[in-house]
C-alpha cells in the first residue's frame, strides 16, 4: 500500500466510500436519523459519523426553534421572554428569527 499524507491509499478509498455513504444517507431524506457508529472499528470513521450527526442534530435543531419561536410569536410572546427562554438576549432571538 502506498502511504500518502493522510494515511494509506486503502484508507483514503475507506473514507471516500464511508463519504459516499454520508452523502446517500444525507440526501435521502430531509432530517437523516443518527447512525450508529459503534460497530464500525475504524475510529476515523467513527470520527466522521459523529461529524455527519452533529450537522444532522444541529440542522434539526435550527428548523425546530424556527417553529417554536414563531409559535411563541403568534402566541403573543414577546421577544425578551423568548429570549430567556433561550438564555440570550430578546434582541438576539429579534435579529435571527424576526422576518
Given at each position: 500500500m502506498t502511504d500518502t499524507?493522510?494515511?494509506t491509499a486503502a484508507d483514503?478509498?475507506?473514507?471516500?466510500?464511508?463519504?459516499e455513504q454520508i452523502d446517500m444517507?444525507?440526501?435521502a431524506t430531509e432530517?437523516?436519523?443518527?447512525?450508529d457508529i459503534s460497530d464500525d472499528p475504524n475510529p476515523g470513521a467513527r470520527l466522521k459519523?459523529?461529524?455527519?450527526?452533529?450537522?444532522?442534530?444541529?440542522?434539526e435543531n435550527k428548523r425546530q426553534t424556527?417553529?417554536?419561536?414563531?409559535?411563541l410569536r403568534r402566541r403573543g410572546t414577546?421577544?425578551?421572554?423568548?429570549?430567556e427562554l433561550m438564555n440570550i438576549s430578546?434582541?438576539?432571538?429579534?435579529k435571527q428569527y424576526s422576518q
Open positions: 499524507p493522510h494515511g483514503l478509498s475507506y473514507y471516500e466510500r464511508l463519504g444517507d444525507m440526501t432530517y437523516p436519523e443518527p447512525t459519523r459523529l461529524v455527519y450527526q452533529k450537522r444532522v442534530f444541529e440542522r424556527r417553529i417554536i419561536v414563531d409559535e414577546s421577544w425578551n421572554a423568548i429570549g430578546g434582541e438576539a432571538v429579534r
